[in-house]
């Protein structure tokens, strides 16, 4: 397999084709990839391309490569927190380059965070119901830096309790770049008597089960966090 003049690199059309038997799960997590010397002759590349190419799939996360008499390439196996770290990055390169606007974002938000919501108040379990309380504050006797960083550790523990690591993964990319751009807030006081109220809200519909009212409390409370999303 050569790449034609004109077309992507050698390297490039190899890692492609190699990404491609990867996500259709031809090649399996743990599998070991071909040696080098054998990629190289099956498709018709120097050894040099080969290493580029492995390179590239390395650095998406696709395959792991080891040394040694046992060593070799092999597809790596999925992890969430760098699924999660990679979908970050690139989302924070897409709104530094004005493809990807603060509004979309919290618009993405919204999307997964309130069916989170109403998830979490029917799956939650009891330690997970811990960690979102140990999240709740009052505005009298925390900073307002202290109120943030607990009003992100309150949107990560309903993440969690949802139950669904999908929904988590896609989530929390999003909220780190919006948690970011809050920081930067000039916020009210009102708005910390807001935030409290509206954990607490939250949190006693999911602890009562009750699901519907979990999603509108969320519904109603990234509504008002407009303001420091604008």
Same mark, same amino acid.
């Given at each position: 397999?050569?790449? $034609?003049?004109?077309?992507?690199?050698?390297?490039?059309? /190899?890692?492609?084709?190699?990404?491609?038997?990867?996500?259709?799960? =031809?090649?399996?997590?743990?599998?070991?990839?071909?040696? &080098?010397?054998?990629?190289?002759?099956?498709?018709?590349?120097?050894?040099?391309?080969?290493?580029?190419?492995?390179?590239?799939?390395?650095?998406?996360?696709?395959?792991?490569?080891?040394?040694?008499?046992?060593?070799?390439? #092999?597809?790596?196996?999925?992890?969430?927190?760098?699924?999660?770290?990679?979908? $970050?990055?690139?989302?924070?390169? /897409? @709104?530094?380059?004005?493809?990807?606007?603060?509004? =979309? %974002?919290?618009?993405?938000?919204? /999307?997964? $965070?309130?069916? @989170? @919501?109403?998830?979490?108040?029917?799956?939650?379990?009891?330690?997970?119901?811990?960690?979102?309380?140990?999240?709740? #504050?009052?505005?009298?006797?925390?900073?307002?830096?202290?109120?943030? $960083?607990?009003?992100?550790?309150?949107?990560? @523990?309903?993440?969690?309790?949802?139950?669904?690591?999908?929904? &988590?993964?896609?989530?929390?990319?999003? #909220?780190?770049?919006?948690?970011?751009?809050?920081?930067?807030?000039?916020?009210?006081?009102? #708005?910390?008597?807001?935030?409290?109220?509206?954990?607490?809200?939250?949190?006693?519909?999911?602890?009562?089960?009750?699901?519907?009212?979990?999603?509108?409390?969320?519904?109603?409370?990234?509504?008002?966090?407009?303001?420091? %999303?604008?």
């Amino acid at each position: 397999m050569t790449a $034609e003049r004109g077309s992507a690199p050698a390297y490039q059309v /190899l890692a492609d084709f190699l990404r491609a038997r990867i996500i259709t799960g =031809e090649l399996k997590p743990g599998e070991k990839l071909p040696i &080098e010397p054998d990629l190289s002759t099956q498709h018709g590349v120097s050894r040099s391309t080969v290493r580029e190419a492995l390179r590239v799939l390395a650095s998406q996360n696709l395959i792991t490569t080891t040394r040694g008499v046992c060593g070799g390439s #092999f597809v790596a196996y999925p992890n969430p927190e760098q699924i999660s770290a990679y979908l $970050e990055a690139s989302i924070r390169l /897409l @709104a530094q380059a004005d493809n990807l606007s603060i509004p =979309e %974002l919290a618009e993405m938000w919204s /999307l997964l $965070e309130v069916p @989170a @919501a109403g998830l979490a108040a029917m799956r939650r379990s009891p330690d997970q119901l811990q960690d979102l309380k140990k999240t709740l #504050f009052s505005r009298d006797e925390v900073t307002p830096g202290r109120a943030l $960083e607990l009003a992100k550790d309150f949107h990560s @523990a309903l993440m969690r309790a949802s139950g669904s690591a999908l929904v &988590e993964v896609m989530a929390r990319p999003v #909220f780190e770049v919006l948690h970011d751009h809050m920081v930067t807030f000039e916020a009210p006081s009102s #708005f910390w008597a807001s935030l409290e109220h509206d954990h607490e809200r939250i949190f006693q519909a999911i602890e009562d089960q009750d699901a519907a009212t979990a999603q509108q409390a969320a519904r109603e409370h990234l509504q008002k966090l407009q303001p420091a %999303l604008s």
